[in-house]
């Protein structure tokens, strides 16, 4: 048998995943934008009462008590206290933690705020490279480029602990696409078997179960996920599984849409404007982290045809200079979160959410609203309408108290024009995680376009 260890096809397939010595001496030879983000998911366990430290300000971030607009959704609440006209909810763990704080540990990942989007369950802080949210006992940071986002999990830690008394991580979570500039990457991104090691020293086998996932092809596209989970042992020792039957708490729910080889007529919405390009150098705009145009607001999120897809959120978003884009948006309880990168030679685009669909509705918590769609194959097909795709991939990640719904609407029905080159399906302890790829039949040919519009 021929060996193809020393090969330079399989050098090249297997740089990204294993494990190996760091090149400080690797050269760049590629240009163009890093779009497929980095996604660190941490959640805590929620303290017997809730914790709210004595805070009298009522500022966006930082208040027991915060004021924001009338409730736009259709999602029962009872955290929003309304007098005199106002709305106002409390604000309660990781929720309580001033603003200054998250972008001192955002300095880390080499990111900063850019605006913020608030309701009564979520603080959405939209960065210069991508999106956080932050719940009451979980965060979800997101992030491109060559950002660091793993050095800032130790912070993070920190924060929850000294800021709101929350020192039990009840789930740990992070994932990302196979990357477009892996040499790029600082340590330990780049290479997903130095991102295991990384993590495991902070969640360390003693105390955490934890495992890593290469899936789809190494050759190809693909999806590397890490899961810890705290290590529950009885009075000897002995694991005790996790009593996922018995959870009560909210089924959880999120898919990703990953999308390459953009439309190039579709990507023109996603550069500025000549008008936008000439505003974005007057003086108000010049030093500001988020520029201010005059005219038509969300101009991207209108032309595009995204305000299609949930018309009923909150949205926060933001065109770059002179190119891509990043929005934000808030449903009740739940998320989404879009971010375009439309240069032809590393067009990306990426689509989150948390918002289920009729199909997938948790079984003991409550019932769907007309808004929502009837299954994911209605909400992949609008955002690939969207962003016209050559090729994309899809993660589902289901709570296991849905089961008897997994195979209800998993993806299986095909999507017009496109061609389903992998579907695989993943156990993963509390969670099941479906993924597909996808090719378009005949990819378009790209039209080049250019930064002056």
Request: net charge negative; aromatic share 10%; hydrophobic share 35%.
């Amino acid at each position: 048998m021929t060996s193809i260890s020393n090969s330079p096809s399989s050098n090249l397939m297997n740089s990204q995943i294993y494990q190996t010595e760091i090149n400080l001496e690797q050269k760049l030879t590629l240009s163009g934008f890093e779009g497929p983000e980095k996604l660190l998911e941490i959640w805590f366990e929620k303290p017997p009462t809730d914790y709210r430290p004595s805070l009298s300000r009522t500022d966006t971030s930082d208040s027991e008590l915060s004021e924001m607009e009338a409730p736009i959704h259709h999602y029962a609440t009872k955290d929003v206290i309304q007098k005199n006209g106002l709305y106002k909810f409390k604000r309660a763990g990781l929720r309580t933690v001033d603003q200054s704080v998250w972008e001192d540990m955002l300095k880390i990942v080499q990111c900063q705020v850019l605006s913020t989007l608030k309701n009564e369950f979520v603080d959405a802080y939209l960065l210069s490279e991508s999106s956080m949210f932050v719940y009451k006992n979980r965060l979800m940071l997101k992030t491109c480029g060559t950002t660091t986002l793993l050095h800032a999990v130790p912070r993070i830690l920190e924060i929850a602990k000294e800021h709101c008394k929350l020192d039990k991580v009840e789930a740990i979570f992070y994932s990302r696409k196979s990357f477009l500039f892996p040499e790029r990457q600082e340590f330990p991104h780049g290479k997903f078997g130095d991102e295991v090691a990384y993590l495991d020293n902070i969640f360390v086998p003693m105390s955490f179960e934890t495992s890593g996932y290469v899936v789809g092809k190494i050759n190809g596209d693909h999806w590397c996920l890490y899961v810890g989970t705290p290590l529950l042992l009885d009075s000897d020792g002995n694991s005790i599984p996790d009593d996922v039957e018995n959870d009560e708490d909210e089924d959880d729910i999120t898919l990703e849409i990953l999308m390459t080889d953009l439309n190039q007529d579709a990507m023109k919405t996603f550069w500025r404007t000549k008008e936008e390009l000439a505003q974005g150098k007057l003086p108000h705009n010049i030093d500001a982290k988020k520029h201010v145009f005059d005219g038509q607001k969300h101009r991207i999120y209108n032309e595009s045809g995204i305000a299609k897809i949930y018309p009923e959120s909150l949205i926060d978003d933001y065109a770059f200079d002179p190119c891509g884009y990043s929005a934000n948006g808030l449903l009740g309880p739940y998320y989404y979160t879009i971010h375009v990168t439309p240069e032809d030679i590393c067009s990306y685009a990426s689509f989150e959410t948390t918002i289920p669909v009729k199909a997938f509705l948790p079984k003991h918590t409550r019932e769907g609203t007309e808004f929502e769609y009837t299954s994911f194959n209605e909400v992949v097909q609008k955002v690939v309408d969207v962003f016209q795709p050559g090729k994309f991939s899809t993660t589902l990640f289901v709570r296991h108290t849905m089961k008897s719904h997994l195979q209800e609407s998993l993806l299986e029905k095909p999507l017009p024009d496109f061609r389903q080159r992998d579907r695989i399906i993943h156990s993963l302890g509390k969670w099941e995680m479906v993924f597909s790829h996808y090719e378009l039949e005949k990819s378009p040919k790209p039209a080049i376009i250019k930064a002056d519009r």
